[in-house]
């Protein structure tokens, strides 16, 4: 594969996979060629990575300046946040550029349309990043299924439970708004409904949810259990290092000179209290999805639990699959918030069994890898940066699986605020129009 000019669009958190991946291991598939991003600060922290690791200075650019981002490169890795997503994608696809981009696609219908009509008209290829199917345990159920084990699937449930440090996370930062992520519907469970699309090999054709904000937020029992007033930010408030809620920028260097260090040009705090004001997000979800194959979906997400991972159940007309994972038994606190990614936490564990009728369960061995997700990131990584050739498992994914999974929570998001069902047409890839009841409700 010949090297390829690689830009990136939004230096966060989530930039750094692609930009170590491209200054070590996989730096013989490409170069970096541009960094863009409204903050100065954060860029000059990759591009001091950039020059520790021996790789000439990377061009630092603000959205002002996108078209100059666009001309010089061949590959553009979109890790802005989520609502940014839509402009940067149609605006690389027209310029003729690949493009990878972190999940969600958007966060709404309005981008999904775009997106669409852009990867339509392009030559460029867009991929979007779901590392989930690359972990060797949920590739081990799509070659399951696919092998015929338990027969044709005619249902699913999945839980998700995110504990109280990964959960909380998500309503101290961007995230926190609607408008920003789309909620945790689609930033989060964009992943979890891509699975299932992909575990099936079906699309979802109607939805049904109810969500709530229980825990977070000013208004959540999370906040009602504090008698005493709360800091609005975790920097400098007097309870920091004793409040296991409020994030201590100062303790991770990291996180310091993403974020910390940078707020002072645009004024965005990471470090907010999870039961603060804004808060609009939910906390507490239950979705009921129906496939075209017939199958249909039990889900439900907790942002609140006292422990991290999934269960998955997925019944067929032969047997029946489960999947447990613990990813962390107990939250201690001050545990890192990304400590779960490369494994190895108190009490993890993952069981992937089948039983097929009249038999004894099975247990089904998992091979890990090196690295985050089991070995997944880099399998990830490899088929991205470098191309694996034929997958027969198909895991790399397109535009058309990021409608799909954005489309589900966004539907499952109408559907909780109107109390009806939404139906999705073109295979999951649009909205039906809103029923006159729909319309009618707030």
Known sequence: MPSRRHAVIGLGHRAQLYVDALLGDWSD??????????????????????????????????????????????????????????????????????????????????????????????????????NYRYSPRNAAVRALLAEGRIGEVTAVHFEWMLDTVHGADYFRRWHRRRANSGGLLVHKSTHHFDLVNWWLGSHPVRVFAQTDRRFYGDDGAGAARSAAPRPPRAHRAPTLGRDPFLLDLSADPRLKALYLDAEHEDGYHRDLDPFGAGVDIDDTM???????????????????????????????????????????????????????????????????????????????????????????????????????????????????????????????????????????TDEGTRLAPATEAEASRP
Request: glycine content about 12%.
């Open 29 to 130: 598939t490409g170069r970096l060629v541009a960094f863009c991003d409204t903050n100065r600060t954060r860029m000059a922290y990759y591009a001091d990575r950039a020059r520790a690791a021996g790789h000439p200075g990377v061009p630092c650019y603000g959205p002002e300046d996108l078209d100059t981002v666009l001309a010089s490169a061949d590959t553009v890795v979109v890790t802005s946040p989520d609502a940014t997503h839509a402009r940067y994608v149609c605006a690389a696809l027209d310029a003729g550029a690949d493009v990878v981009v972190e999940k969600p696609l958007t966060v709404d219908e309005a981008g999904c349309a775009r997106i669409a009509e852009a990867a339509e008209r392009s030559g460029g290829r867009l991929t979007v990043a779901f």
């Open 286 to 424: 239950s979705v009921l999805v129906r496939y075209g194959n017939r199958s249909v979906l039990t889900y439900s997400l907790t942002a609140y639990a006292p422990c991290e991972g999934y269960r998955v159940a997925v019944t067929g007309t032969r047997g029946r699959l489960e999947l447990e994972v613990c990813e962390r038994r107990w939250t201690p606190p001050g545990t890192a918030l990304d400590s779960t990614a490369a494994g190895g936490q108190d009490g993890e564990h993952e069981r992937l069994t089948v039983q097929e009728h009249w038999k004894q369960p099975e247990e089904i061995p998992i091979v890990r890898g090196e690295g985050g997700h089991g070995g997944g990131d880099a399998l990830m990584l490899d088929d991205l940066l470098r191309g694996t050739g034929d997958d027969p498992l198909g895991r790399r994914a397109g535009y058309r699986d990021g409608l799909r999974s954005v489309l589900t929570g966004i539907a499952a998001d109408r559907s909780a605020r109107t109390g009806s069902p939404v139906a999705l």
